[in-house]
């Protein structure tokens, strides 16, 4: 065996050897590469995701209106450095104009990004269309009757003054009030006021729902 032959073999099993080398570091480099960009990729779309958990919001947050929600979300989302190609999936999402569609292209657009499913209830519960239903405030009604005659004969039902205290036109007003069943009267009788008014207001209030009547003469 020729000493030009060995160093031949030498060599070319030397350069075999490089070049196996260089595939194992190259499958390496690009193995671990794609791993680190899915790592990003899954950690952009938990902080995404996490971003719109208002309960991690500070105080006050919960109380704002919808508006505002969004209002305090979309800083949120530009305080942190999104990749450029997650950053087009959230300005395609800003585009979206039914509230609905929302969660569905959110899935479909982050699993395509990540190639993993995506799931984050709290995304979906900040888009949900929420229907609260607003009860009007009813003021109670009046169940006292509140009369004062005068020394000059004037009468005020509660706060309202009387011309006519006889029979039907007086009940006529009592009935105006709307007062709640059961109603108790209470009558204030100044000093000097005609007897006669008091008996016809008595007379009257027999055909109401009083049920209870108080007479305070001064």
């Excluded at 500070?58 to 109380?63: I, L, N, P, S, T």
């Excluded at 039907?168 to 006669?196: C, H, M, R, W, Y």
Aim: charged content about 25%; overall charge neutral.
């Amino acid at each position: 065996m020729s000493l030009y032959w060995q160093l031949n073999n030498f060599y070319r099993k030397g350069f075999q050897l490089k070049i196996k080398l260089a595939s194992i570091i190259f499958i390496t480099i690009t193995f671990f590469g794609c791993s680190k960009a899915t790592l990003l990729y899954d950690q952009e779309a938990k902080v995404f995701c996490d971003l719109h958990d208002v309960e991690n919001w500070e105080g006050g947050a919960r109380r704002a209106s919808n508006a505002e929600l969004k209002s305090i979300l979309d800083q949120k989302v530009s305080e942190v450095k999104f990749s450029n190609e997650f950053q087009k999936i959230i300005n395609d999402l800003d585009e979206i104009k039914f509230v609905k569609k929302l969660y569905p292209s959110a899935q479909e657009k982050i699993q395509a990004f990540t190639g993993e499913l995506w799931e984050c209830p709290a995304y979906k519960e900040f888009y949900s269309v929420k229907f609260e239903r607003i009860t009007p405030k009813i003021e109670p009604k009046q169940s006292s009757l509140i009369i004062n005659i005068s020394a000059s004969g004037d009468v005020v039902v509660n706060d309202s003054l009387v011309r006519n205290t006889t029979g039907i036109e007086f009940n006529k007003v009592i009935s105006s009030l709307e007062l709640q069943s059961p109603v108790s009267a209470t009558i204030t009788v100044d000093k000097g006021a005609p007897e006669e008014i008091l008996n016809q207001i008595m007379e009257a209030l027999k055909n109401t729902d009083v049920e209870k009547l108080a007479v305070i003469k001064k």
